[in-house]
C-alpha cells in the first residue's frame, strides 16, 4: 500500500484562529482506499520552510498532499513553494485564467488584477481545475518518485476536489483495489490505563490493529483493519470486536458515531423513563445535551451554589418529585486547590443514590468529565 503525508498552510493554523478540519477529513478519505497516512504537518505561509518540508515529506512518502496557500494574495506561497522544491519557475497556463474568469463570471463578479497569480503553476504540474472555487490545483510528479497535490484550503473545495479529482487519481495511479477500514468502540466507566490492562495483548495485533484514545471521562478503542475488500475489512474487524466485547461489555456503551448523551436519551426513551436534573458549577452543559429530547427532560434547575452530596441528593429527588419524573439526575462541581470534586445525585423511586468522583486533570476539562460520568450512570440504568 502506499504512505502518503499530508501538510497544512497557512499562519492562522499556526497561531490557533482556525481549527485543521481539512486534514482530518483527508485522511479518512485517503485511509478509506487503503493508502497509509504516516504523518501530518502543519507550517506557515513561508515559501522556503514549505519547501524544505517538501523535500523531506517526498524524501518518505509515495504521496503527499498539501492544502492551503493557493490563493490570490502575496501570502498564498504555495505555488512558489513546491516550484521551489523541485527547482523550477512557475508558469503561467492562459487556458487556467480562463476558467477563473469564467467561475467569476458565473458568480456575478470580476476578477481583479491579483487573481491572475492563481493562473501561475509550477513548471511541468499537471492543472487540475477547480469547478467549485476560483484556486486550480495542481499535481507535480517526481519521476519514479512521489506525487505532490496541492489543494485549496477551503473545505468545501478541497472536499469537492478529494472526492472527484485525487481519490480517482490515486487509485488509478497506484492501481488501488484495497481498502482501510476503521470501527470505533466507545467505552466510559473506566480509564485509559484500566482498559489497557483488560485488553492490551490485543493492542500487539498486526492486523486488524487495536489502538486506544482517551478522552474525557471515557475512552475510545479503534480496530482498523487493512483489506482486499469491505466484506473482508468486517470480517477481520468481527473477530477482534468479540474479542473486545467479551472482556469490557460492561464498559462499552456505543460505537463509531454513537455518544454517551444520545446512547442516555435512547435508554430513557425505550424504556418510557422521563428526567429531571439539577446542575451546579456546569453552566449548562449537562443540560444542553438534553436540548433535543424535550419528551425525555421534564424540567432542569441550575444552582448558583455548590451543595453538599447530602443536599444535592435532597434537591434533585425534590425536583423529581414535583416534575412527576421517573428519574432525577443532579450533579455539581466542586474546585479546590489541588483538585476538583463531582458530586453525583440518582434519583428514582427506590430511592436516591450519591456518587462522588475525584477529578485531577486540566480544570477547562473537568464540566465534560463531569458530564461524561453522568450520563454513563443514566445509560447503564436497568
Known amino acids: 500500500m502506499p504512505s502518503a503525508e499530508i501538510i497544512a498552510i497557512g499562519i492562522e493554523l499556526l497561531l490557533g484562529e482556525i481549527v485543521d478540519t481539512n486534514s482530518s477529513y483527508i485522511a479518512r478519505n485517503l485511509r478509506d482506499i487503503g493508502v497509509d497516512v504516516f504523518r501530518t504537518s502543519t507550517v506557515g505561509d513561508n515559501p522556503e520552510r514549505i519547501a524544505i518540508m517538501l523535500r523531506e515529506s517526498m524524501a518518505r512518502a509515495d504521496i503527499i498532499i498539501t492544502t492551503g496557500g493557493l490563493g490570490p494574495t502575496v501570502d498564498d506561497p504555495t505555488r512558489d ?14 487556458e487556467l485564467w480562463d476558467q477563473i474568469c469564467a467561475r467569476f463570471k458565473r458568480f456575478g463578479r470580476v ?10 503553476i509550477p513548471d511541468g504540474a499537471e492543472a487540475v481545475e477547480n469547478p467549485v472555487g476560483t484556486a486550480p490545483s495542481f499535481i507535480m510528479h517526481v519521476l519514479g518518485g512521489a506525487r505532490v497535490i496541492s489543494l485549496p484550503g477551503v473545505p468545501s473545495e478541497m472536499e469537492y476536489l478529494i472526492q472527484n479529482a485525487v481519490l480517482p487519481y490515486v487509485k488509478r495511479t497506484f492501481s488501488l483495489s484495497g481498502i482501510i477500514k476503521a470501527r470505533v468502540l466507545h467505552t466510559s466507566g473506566a480509564g485509559e490505563s484500566i482498559i489497557d490492562d483488560m485488553i492490551g495483548d490485543l493492542e500487539s495485533l498486526a492486523n486488524p490493529t487495536v489502538g486506544l484514545a482517551a478522552k474525557s471521562g471515557q475512552v475510545d478503542v479503534r ?3 487493512k483489506a482486499s475488500s469491505e466484506a473482508e475489512a468486517d470480517t477481520l474487524i468481527a473477530g477482534v470486536e468479540r474479542e473486545v466485547r467479551r472482556v469490557l461489555e460492561e464498559f462499552i456503551y456505543g460505537v463509531d458515531d454513537d455518544t454517551l448523551a444520545r446512547v442516555a436519551i435512547r435508554t430513557l426513551a425505550e424504556s418510557g423513563k422521563t ?12 443540560m444542553r445535551e438534553f436540548a433535543d429530547a ?22 434533585t429527588a425534590d425536583l423529581r418529585k414535583k416534575r412527576s419524573a421517573s428519574v432525577g439526575l443532579g450533579v455539581t462541581l466542586h474546585a479546590g486547590a489541588q483538585k476538583q470534586e463531582i458530586f453525583i445525585a ?37
Not at 276 to 285: Q, R, T
Not at 300 to 310: D, H, I, N, T, V
Not at 356 to 369: C, D, L, S
Request: hydrophobic share 45%; charged share 10%.
Open 81 to 94: 513553494a513546491i516550484a521551489l522544491a523541485f527547482g523550477v519557475k512557475t508558469v503561467y497556463v492562459p
Open 111 to 120: 476578477p481583479t488584477v491579483n487573481n491572475k497569480r492563481q493562473a501561475f
Open 223 to 225: 480496530i482498523t483493519a
Open 275 to 286: 428526567l429531571s436534573i439539577v446542575e451546579g458549577g456546569l453552566g449548562g452543559a449537562l
Open 294 to 315: 424535550p419528551s425525555v427532560l421534564l424540567g432542569g434547575e441550575m444552582l448558583s451554589e455548590r451543595p453538599s452530596a447530602e443536599a444535592l441528593a435532597v434537591m
Open 346 to 382: 440518582l434519583s428514582a423511586e427506590t430511592g436516591t443514590s450519591n456518587y462522588t468522583r475525584p477529578y485531577g486533570g486540566p480544570p477547562k476539562n473537568a464540566p465534560v468529565w463531569a458530564v461524561n460520568h453522568a450520563l454513563n450512570l443514566l445509560r447503564a440504568l436497568p
